[in-house]
């Protein structure tokens, strides 16, 4: 019993914190304030109540149109709200409701974030990554698996690992072959991970990243990934 109901205080956060991650994908690229004004329609504009801002229930009660202008909301809503939901409840599965738990979560709805702009606005936001960065060292003094020093040098090593393909790829291709964004992130990854973890992220990172991009291009035909 007490298992379920940590499964479901986790599904809970998660969807609201989910939510919230909607309004950074979407403020943060358009320098909107995350604070100022309340919740709105992204194509008319109008303030939403409360019964339109219930994670995931408001998208299908509606419709996934605005109860204002009858616009197509974007599925992506809905997407990112059920994502963070599952990856808390993993995260808490694994770690337990700790203090490493709450690390783990906020590191997960950062990159979900970070993933979701760059896939829509082709961007990774500079104060998302700052953001993370800081809060990963700030989280190792008081340890959740990593000391000070550590998160420090998976920063370094995250950013470093980076810099140097991008170097390399501008040397060989010619063009810009590593986005300044991907090296602030694997940094801010960093401090969480610490400098080994971070080895593993990068190499699943460059080796998924390879397999969609071949499929990508074949799809598309377009060379910028």
């Given at each position: 019993m007490a298992s379920f109901v940590?499964?479901?205080v986790a599904l809970v956060l998660g969807l609201v914190v989910g939510s919230f991650a909607?309004?950074?994908?979407?403020?943060?690229?358009?320098?909107?304030?995350?604070?100022?004004?309340?919740s709105f329609c992204p194509e008319c504009r109008e303030p939403l109540t409360a019964?339109?801002?219930?994670?995931?229930?408001?998208?299908?009660?509606?419709?996934?149109?605005?109860?204002?202008?009858?616009?197509?909301?974007?599925?992506?809503?809905?997407?990112?709200?059920?994502?963070?939901?599952?990856?808390?409840?993993?995260v808490f599965a694994v770690e337990g409701?700790?203090?490493?738990?709450?690390?783990?979560c906020i590191l997960f709805t950062g990159l979900l974030v970070a993933a979701a702009t760059d896939l829509t606005e082709g961007v990774i936001p500079n104060k998302l990554c700052l953001g993370l960065g800081i809060f990963g060292l700030?989280?190792?003094?008081?340890?959740?698996?990593?000391?000070?020093?550590e998160s420090l040098l998976g920063a370094l090593?995250?950013?470093?690992?980076?810099?140097?393909?991008?170097?390399?790829?501008?040397?060989?291709?010619?063009r810009e072959?590593?986005?300044?964004?991907?090296?602030?992130?694997?940094?801010?990854?960093g401090a969480f991970l610490g400098w080994k973890l971070v080895l593993v992220a990068a190499f699943i990172a460059v080796v998924t990243g390879a397999l969609y991009g071949v499929v990508y291009k074949i799809i598309t035909k377009k060379e910028t990934l």
């Open positions: 940590y499964a479901f909607n309004v950074l994908i979407y403020r943060i690229p358009r320098r909107i304030s995350i604070l100022r004004p309340g019964n339109e801002k219930i994670p995931v229930l408001s998208y299908l009660t509606l419709g996934g149109r605005c109860a204002h202008c009858g616009k197509k909301i974007s599925p992506r809503y809905p997407l990112v709200e059920l994502a963070n939901a599952l990856g808390w409840l993993g409701f700790t203090f490493a738990g709450v690390v783990g700030a989280a190792s003094f008081y340890p959740f698996g990593l000391e000070p020093l090593v995250g950013g470093g690992l980076l810099l140097i393909f991008a170097v390399l790829g501008r040397l060989v291709f010619r072959a590593m986005g300044g964004g991907d090296l602030k992130l694997l940094a801010a990854s």
